[in-house]
């Protein structure tokens, strides 16, 4: 029986969340992964604004203040740059566009040491949020093109990164006599980057030159829409963040932060295109970018020995203890069935939550080993919730939640800045300074925890309604909604991956799809027969995937009283899916196969091969700055710790 018949507008808007063929591990994937495990870190480390830690080092002509605002443009210049790079990347391949990004972190940071005003040093850090906010999107694409296990090693080092990027900014500074090294944290680590990423390039090019270099299919018009829509909330919330460097009361920044919030969750539920798996997907991504890292950067700065800590050196040892948690938990958890990948989305955040629980009731902490605790939950939640959210995604799907990610970041540090500026408004002693950052600390964590239950929530009764209405939450989403990932599909949805077609009122004989170009999107429909994904006939099991923590002002603020107190918010710095080969008639013949397989796990090769893979009370601050000219408590939104540092001599 032929297959019915199909618009010809109607194509396939996204490749299948799992490819058809499981590529064996390869040197490529050896070299990608460690590519991954070093890059992604140095993305994340470009967000934190560290200035304040040396401002004293800074020339006396140039305005602390410009400086640290100055400083503080990575974030913001990140959150815009991702949506565009996300539709670059599906445009082109990965591997140029990793490439670039990490040249472009390298030439900043090497500039870096030639700044000397605020305007060059702003300049660098939109370089390191641009070079960043290639480098995250391009790593996610290539390893969606990999073998499975490594999307679970891209989210569990992106949420180690993220419990890790504060302290890992405030390292390079211990004992330093130019404030530049802001500027340029890890050269040599940014060096062996870009090593690796040549080294990926070449091998790249030669398997896609063994493999006759397929052409992939890029982003679809609605594709590129939508990824292209999380630009708007993108530019709001950066230009909000920018904002509030200009005396905003306390009250408005935790308002602009809260609307920012939720216009991200409205974005998340109306935008995406892979129906129910799709919006858990986004809300999940916002929720852990919202609290994950905000979190981890107060605990940083309120644990060091400025203010009674343990100091850098005492937290290491946590949060070593941790990154190996979080790593583990997500290659563990890739192990397990797409069908429990909601459950165990919503059991990350679970553990999130416990995190969260466990900073308000065991922090702060006079030695390391408590710390394992909040820091553990933290990066096994986050890992586990960023795996089981994003591995069972079409690529495109995964970009869209990326997308929001970074603006939820964002919009963590100002929600989580305006909730210790209401702490630290009372402060007038350096005792009283102390405990402001510390109950600062509790109340966020009691924010970031009802947040992330209000996400928990929402994922919750969207797969509830989901279930109820009959509809499949691996990719078919309901038409009207907009989503291309079904819809693309449309009658030919019946064509499965044995080549057996079938009309919506029996079974089908067993044609053979051999595509041809579609339409002027795609230039090459190879890969369209390369998936195992698709729908199966009527009455078949459906194959289902189921400085201060924020930017901190001058240390020459003694107190909160001063004026350049809402500086410090200067962006972060402030401080299967199922799928069918639907093409147009006339680009499809249909012609008998002899000894086709029938049935949902036959598959099909487009050469006609069979397929070859597998599938307490705390102390004041005892420790100078340069010259001995640090405050003996921080001023608000400045670095706890002297620029002195705290690591053994010689560490």
């Known amino acids: 029986m032929a297959v019915p018949p199909t618009k010809p507008e109607q194509t396939v808007a996204e490749e299948p969340a799992v490819p058809a063929r499981a590529p064996r591990f390869s040197?490529?994937?050896?070299?990608?992964?460690?590519?991954?495990?070093?890059?992604?870190?140095?993305?994340?480390v470009a967000i934190p604004n560290t200035i304040s830690v040396v401002a004293a080092l800074l020339p006396p002509d140039v305005s602390q203040i410009d400086m640290i605002r100055a400083h503080g443009l990575a974030l913001p210049a990140m959150v815009l740059t991702v949506p565009l790079a996300a539709v670059a990347v599906r445009r082109m391949r990965a591997a140029p566009v990793l490439v670039g990004g990490l040249t472009l972190l390298a030439v900043a940071d090497v500039v870096g040491g030639y700044a000397d005003s605020p305007l060059l040093v702003g300049l660098l850090r939109a370089a390191h949020g641009v070079g960043a906010g290639l480098l995250v999107p391009a790593t996610l694409v290539a390893v969606w093109e990999r073998p499975r296990i490594l999307r679970a090693v891209w989210a569990g080092v992106l949420a180690v990164s993220l419990l890790a990027a504060q302290a890992l900014a405030l390292w390079p500074l211990d004992a330093v006599t130019s404030w530049r090294i802001t500027l340029q944290p890890?050269?040599?680590?940014?060096?062996?980057?870009?090593?690796l990423a040549a080294l990926y390039l070449v091998l790249w090019l030669r398997s896609d030159e063994s493999e006759g270099r397929a052409a992939r299919i890029g982003a679809l018009g609605p594709e590129r829409g939508r990824l292209l829509m999380t630009a708007v909330p993108a530019v709001g919330i950066a230009v909000l963040a920018l904002g509030t460097t200009f005396d905003w009361s306390p009250v408005l920044v935790v308002v602009a932060a809260l609307l920012s919030v939720l216009a991200l969750l409205g974005l998340a539920s109306a935008g995406t295109f892979a129906g129910t798996r799709g919006r858990v997907a986004a809300y999940t991504t916002v929720a852990v970018g919202a609290v994950v890292l905000p979190t981890a950067a107060q605990i940083t700065y309120v644990e060091l020995r400025g203010l009674g800590g343990p100091g850098l050196s005492g937290l290491w040892p946590a949060f070593v203890i941790a990154g190996v948690a979080g790593l583990v938990a997500a290659v563990l958890l890739d192990r397990a069935d797409d069908a429990v990948m909601p459950v165990a989305s919503a059991g990350g955040l679970v553990i999130v939550v416990a995190g969260l629980c466990a900073v308000r009731f065991l922090l702060p902490a006079t030695d390391g080993p408590t710390l394992v605790i909040p820091f553990a939950l933290l990066a096994v939640g986050a890992a586990v919730a960023l795996t089981s959210a994003l591995r069972p995604s079409a690529v495109g799907t995964a970009l869209f939640a990326l997308s929001l990610f970074f603006p939820g970041v964002?919009?963590?540090?100002l929600l989580g800045s305006g909730v210790q500026f209401m702490h630290l408004e009372e402060a007038d002693s350096p005792r009283e300074l102390v405990d402001a950052f510390v109950s600062a600390m509790h109340w966020w964590a009691l924010v970031g925890g009802i947040l992330v239950v209000v996400v928990i929530v929402l994922g919750a009764i969207l797969t509830r309604r989901s279930t109820e209405a009959g509809t499949e939450t691996a990719g078919e989403p309901k038409g009207g909604e907009g989503d291309t990932e079904a819809n693309a599909t449309g009658n030919a949805a019946e064509v499965t991956a044995t080549g057996v077609g079938t009309a919506e009122g029996g079974p089908a004989e067993q044609p053979v799809a051999e595509?041809?170009?579609a339409g002027p999107e795609l230039t090459d429909l190879t890969e369209l027969t390369e998936v195992d994904d698709l729908k199966s006939a009527p009455g078949a099991?459906?194959?289902?995937?189921?400085?201060?923590?924020?930017p901190s002002a001058s240390p020459s603020v003694s107190g909160p009283g001063s004026g350049a107190r809402p500086d410090a918010l200067v962006a972060a710095g402030p401080g299967t899916a199922a799928k069918s080969d639907a093409v147009s008639p006339a680009a499809t013949k249909h012609k008998p196969a002899?000894?086709?397989r029938s049935g949902p796990g036959a598959e099909f090769e487009p050469d006609g091969s069979d397929p070859d893979g597998s599938g307490p009370d705390r102390s004041g601050p005892d420790e100078s700055g340069p010259g001995g000219s640090a405050p003996a408590v921080p001023s608000p939104m400045s670095s706890p710790e002297g620029p002195a540092g705290d690591r053994p001599t010689g560490a």
């Open 27 to 44: 040197l490529l994937d050896a070299v990608l992964g460690l590519l991954v495990a070093v890059a992604l870190p140095l993305a994340i």
């Open 515 to 517: 595509t041809r170009a």
């Open 186 to 195: 890890y050269p040599m680590l940014t060096g062996v980057a870009l090593a």
């Open 594 to 596: 002899a000894g086709a």
């Open 541 to 550: 099991e459906p194959v289902s995937t189921s400085t201060s923590t924020f």
């Open 410 to 413: 964002l919009a963590g540090f």
